[in-house]
């Protein structure tokens, strides 16, 4: 069920909201990644707004983004609250734990918003495959031109230096961003364990 407002007010920029969505392409990354998540995006706090925002990559979305004003068929930024509206499946957040985001951490996140407004979903079918395949053959290269959903949020977490860059944003899924699977930032941050925020 869908918990109080008190929940999202504690949100802040950093933090993780991992969906799990209905359809064949959900099913496709769920059962692809053995995971129970097939999105996942970050919120922001943007001083323009007086509610938590989402920073995500989706396909096909009707949605106005906050940030570029313009409609995107990729990477966007929407009130929180009316994506957690419109979506069906479950919903969770990992919350970034451990320290404050600085000034610096801020800008550079800024710094790639810009950059990355307006930017398509990722189109290459075998780029979305490889990143869910940890077999030969299945290292993908970095390659910001276009993203989808957990390649824009470990780019996020990349340019910012919570997360090493030996593994390219583009392998990384909805599952490498969970709790089973990523228990370690640098600089003492950390994420917390999943929280419900809609079970369905």
């Not at 920029?13 to 999105?39: A, M, N, P, Q």
């Not at 925002?53 to 979305?61: D, K, M, R």
């Not at 990477?75 to 994506?83: F, G, I, M, S, T």
Request: glycine share 8%; with cysteine.
């Amino acid at each position: 069920m869908l918990k109080p407002d008190p929940l999202a007010k504690k949100l802040k920029t950093g933090d993780l909201v991992f969906f799990s969505g209905k359809g064949l392409s959900s099913d496709i990354i769920r059962y692809g990644t053995f995971s129970k998540w097939s999105h996942v995006g970050m919120v922001l706090e943007l001083e323009a707004y007086d509610f938590v925002t989402l920073w995500e990559a989706v396909p096909n979305s009707k949605d106005t983004c906050l940030y570029s004003q313009q409609a995107s068929n990729g990477v966007q930024v929407v009130p929180l609250h009316q994506r957690v509206k419109q979506h069906l499946g479950s919903i969770s957040i990992r919350q970034l734990l451990g320290g404050t985001l600085s000034d610096v951490h801020l800008s550079k996140l800024m710094q790639l918003l810009e950059q990355l407004k307006l930017r398509h979903y990722e189109q290459d079918f075998w780029e979305l495959a490889r990143a869910g395949w940890e077999g030969p053959f299945g290292e993908n290269q970095e390659n910001l031109d276009s993203l989808f959903c957990s390649e824009l949020v470990a780019a996020a977490y990349q340019h910012i230096g919570l997360l090493d860059k030996q593994k390219p944003s583009n392998e990384y899924t909805p599952a490498n961003l969970s709790e089973k699977q990523l228990t370690h930032l640098n600089d003492g941050f950390y994420l917390s364990p999943e929280i419900d925020l809609f079970s369905n």
